[in-house]
T-cell receptor
């Protein structure tokens, strides 16, 4: 089945540790996105990538890093520089004409 | 200023009512527009795209006004299952996909 997969669904980390969230898609989509959602709030764009080996900062990129070495993969690293990392992280992908963005089921990161 | 701003609501309406809400966007380079629906603690899912001429999908009607840079969604004959958060989404010509904070709709029996 085609889709977009995020793993793990729940993740716990100690403060000060870097953590990498996985996002894989087999939809052959060019564009991929990472968003963060806090309780009762909308989605805020962290990073996006239109094509392999290229990505752009979104609205809240500080404390995060990404890579796009393969078309199907867009991992997000939450670094220790991110002051409030506990959140729900959503990955999405879409075609270049972006008629629709498909989302993974999200990763709930809790930093203690 | 946020790129996409929505009326947050909440809108609390009885079954069968009509509810409508708007969204404004700030970047005139925006090229495509969508409404997504998000249920509690789930990922967003596409409700409908929004076209310049306006479009309907069953009980849902979307309108786009490029001159005033706003988008609207109208839900007719509300059902209990329409209770959700509705997200306004704007795609720029550089492929940046931005979401509004969402409008919460609760339909009561």
């Amino acid at each position: 089945d085609g889709g977009i997969t995020q793993s793990p669904k729940y993740l716990f980390r100690k403060e000060g540790q870097n953590v990498t969230l996985s996002c894989e898609q087999n939809l052959n989509h060019d564009a991929m996105y990472w968003y963060r959602q806090d309780p009762g709030q909308g989605l805020r764009l962290i990073y996006y990538s239109q094509i392999v080996n290229d990505f752009q900062k979104g609205d809240i990129a500080e404390g995060y890093s990404v890579s796009r070495e393969k078309k199907e993969s867009f991992p997000l690293t939450v670094t220790s520089a991110q002051k409030n990392p506990t959140a729900f992280y959503l990955c999405a992908s879409s075609t270049r004409d972006s008629r629709e963005a498909f989302f993974g089921q999200g990763t709930r990161l809790t930093v203690v | 200023r946020k790129e996409v701003e929505q009326d947050p609501g909440p809108f609390n309406v009885p079954e069968g009512a009509t509810v409508a809400f708007n969204c404004t966007y700030s970047n005139s380079a925006s090229q495509s527009f969508f409404w997504y629906r998000q249920d509690c603690r789930k990922e967003p899912k596409l409700l409908m795209s929004v076209y310049s001429s306006g479009n309907e999908d069953g009980r849902f009607t979307a309108q786009l006004n490029r001159a005033s840079q706003y988008i609207s969604l109208l839900i007719r004959d509300s059902k209990l299952s329409d209770s959700a958060t509705y997200l306004c989404v704007v795609l720029r010509n550089d492929y940046k996909l931005s979401f509004g904070a969402g409008t919460t709709v609760t339909v009561r029996a």
